[in-house]
């Protein structure tokens, strides 16, 4: 049973979850291709947080030890009072959540992560420049069109080209995403400068509108990452970010604890970025296309779970791959062995209320995406998730 390996399977968008997609499959013994629009390798962003579900599908790929050896297991998740700086709750990390999840906590370089999964697959399987514009699924293969003017065809595409995605709006039309009301300020303070925070832990402190929140990312330079988000009525910038204004920041944080102050202070520079959300899409495609990740349900990162969901995904993508004769079948299962996580995650995440108070979070953590169950079967003529 699963569809052959001569099926070529080709994926659009070669970032954090289309670049893991790709090496899954391809190590499963599967012929992809990635058609990234970008030039050439662009890692992106500062910081990221992957959590034990994820890493141990990092461990899983062989990828593992090089990010536990780049980046840091922080010892704590600590709650604090964004006025007060008194402890809400704190939860432990480092060795316990090893030995808990059998996988570690890490915090690292996103482009560190990024680097490593883009050198996880096969020589040439990236090709840069090629901005989607059509797709058209043809019955026995599915024909792609660029803005360059060439076109290529697969076996079946996966759309995992993100919140902008242009297979979703190839497919349904386009639809810009809504505001989610929240701008954050990000830094990384160099490693040498002094701040009064706990380097070894990830702190988060919280106000009613706004929050803080601190992490290392480097167990090299020992480089120290924050973003500061607060309410904001709109976004009137055509960049997706901006470069932020210390003073402007500073005047949004009047009143936070000394140790909140002194952290936003030591930012040499900073950037301000939008927080856009749209809803979870009732469709993740047709056919022999199928999305992934923020393509189908983009999530704010309150709960550091955007990338950690999209990579879930390409697991379930390929045991479902694995587990169906016909491609419509795997991507319809597909869809329906993620709907109910991605969507409790979704919420969860626009609350912002991930770990402000004790609670366990072994449905997050403890979540392993290559031996859960499968769900039965539901037949249907798309990929629909009501």
Same mark, same amino acid.
């Given at each position: 049973?699963?569809?052959?390996?001569?099926?070529?399977?080709?994926?659009?968008?070669?970032?954090?979850?289309?670049?893991? !997609?790709?090496?899954?499959?391809?190590?499963?013994?599967?012929?992809?291709?990635?058609?990234?629009?970008?030039?050439?390798?662009?890692?992106?962003?500062?910081? @990221?947080?992957? !959590?034990?579900?994820?890493?141990?599908?990092?461990?899983?790929?062989?990828?593992? /030890?090089?990010?536990?050896?780049?980046?840091?297991?922080?010892?704590?998740?600590?709650?604090?009072?964004?006025?007060?700086?008194?402890?809400?709750?704190?939860?432990?990390?480092?060795?316990?959540?090893?030995?808990?999840?059998?996988?570690?906590?890490?915090?690292?370089?996103?482009?560190?992560?990024?680097?490593? #999964?883009?050198?996880?697959?096969?020589?040439?399987?990236?090709?840069?420049?090629?901005?989607?514009?059509?797709?058209?699924?043809?019955?026995?293969?599915?024909?792609?069109?660029?803005?360059?003017?060439?076109?290529?065809?697969?076996?079946?595409?996966?759309?995992?080209?993100?919140?902008?995605?242009?297979?979703?709006?190839?497919?349904?039309?386009?639809?810009?995403?809504?505001?989610?009301?929240?701008?954050?300020?990000?830094? @990384?303070?160099?490693?040498?400068?002094?701040?009064?925070?706990?380097?070894? +832990?990830?702190?988060?402190?919280?106000?009613?509108?706004?929050?803080?929140?601190?992490?290392?990312?480097?167990?090299?330079?020992?480089?120290?990452?924050?973003? /500061?988000?607060?309410?904001?009525?709109?976004?009137?910038?055509?960049?997706?970010?901006?470069?932020?204004?210390?003073?402007?920041?500073?005047?949004?944080?009047?009143?936070?604890?000394?140790?909140?102050?002194?952290? #936003?202070?030591?930012?040499?520079? #900073?950037?301000?970025?939008?927080?856009?959300?749209?809803?979870?899409?009732?469709?993740?495609?047709?056919?022999?296309?199928?999305?992934?990740?923020?393509? +189908?349900?983009?999530?704010?990162?309150?709960?550091?779970?955007? /990338?950690?969901?999209?990579?879930?995904?390409?697991?379930?993508?390929?045991? +479902?791959?694995?587990?169906?004769?016909?491609?419509?079948?795997?991507?319809?299962?597909?869809?329906?062995?993620?709907?109910?996580?991605?969507?409790?995650?979704?919420?969860?995440?626009?609350?912002?209320?991930?770990?402000?108070?004790?609670?366990?979070?072994?449905?997050?953590?403890?979540?392993? /995406?290559?031996?859960?169950?499968?769900?039965?079967?539901?037949?249907?003529?798309?990929?629909?998730? !009501?």
């Amino acid at each position: 049973m699963g569809i052959g390996r001569k099926d070529s399977i080709a994926i659009v968008g070669g970032g954090l979850g289309g670049a893991a !997609t790709a090496a899954l499959l391809q190590q499963a013994g599967h012929s992809v291709t990635v058609f990234e629009q970008a030039q050439k390798f662009e890692p992106a962003g500062a910081g @990221i947080h992957l !959590t034990p579900n994820v890493m141990r599908i990092l461990g899983h790929m062989g990828i593992g /030890a090089a990010l536990v050896r780049s980046g840091c297991r922080p010892e704590s998740f600590t709650s604090r009072n964004l006025v007060s700086n008194s402890v809400r709750c704190a939860l432990p990390l480092g060795d316990r959540a090893e030995e808990r999840y059998g996988a570690p906590y890490l915090t690292v370089g996103r482009g560190v992560l990024h680097r490593e #999964l883009i050198n996880a697959l096969r020589p040439g399987s990236v090709r840069y420049g090629k901005r989607l514009v059509g797709v058209d699924d043809c019955g026995e293969a599915v024909r792609m069109r660029f803005a360059d003017g060439s076109t290529a065809e697969a076996s079946c595409v996966i759309g995992a080209d993100g919140l902008g995605s242009q297979v979703r709006e190839v497919m349904y039309g386009a639809e810009r995403p809504s505001f989610s009301g929240q701008i954050a300020y990000r830094a @990384i303070v160099p490693a040498g400068t002094r701040i009064p925070v706990d380097r070894r +832990c990830i702190t988060k402190w919280w106000a009613d509108d706004s929050f803080v929140i601190g992490y290392p990312i480097d167990s090299q330079s020992d480089d120290y990452y924050f973003v /500061a988000g607060m309410a904001a009525d709109a976004w009137t910038h055509p960049q997706s970010w901006v470069d932020g204004d210390k003073d402007e920041m500073l005047e949004a944080f009047t009143g936070s604890c000394d140790e909140v102050l002194g952290l #936003l202070n030591a930012a040499e520079s #900073l950037s301000k970025w939008p927080l856009f959300e749209r809803p979870p899409l009732q469709e993740w495609g047709r056919g022999r296309i199928a999305l992934l990740g923020d393509a +189908c349900h983009p999530m704010r990162p309150h709960m550091a779970q955007g /990338a950690a969901m999209a990579i879930e995904d390409g697991v379930l993508l390929l045991r +479902c791959l694995e587990a169906e004769d016909e491609i419509e079948e795997a991507f319809r299962r597909y869809a329906e062995n993620r709907r109910q996580r991605t969507g409790r995650i979704q919420a969860v995440s626009a609350e912002n209320s991930w770990l402000k108070e004790p609670e366990d979070p072994a449905w997050v953590f403890g979540h392993d /995406a290559m031996t859960i169950d499968l769900v039965p079967r539901r037949r249907s003529s798309s990929l629909t998730v !009501t």
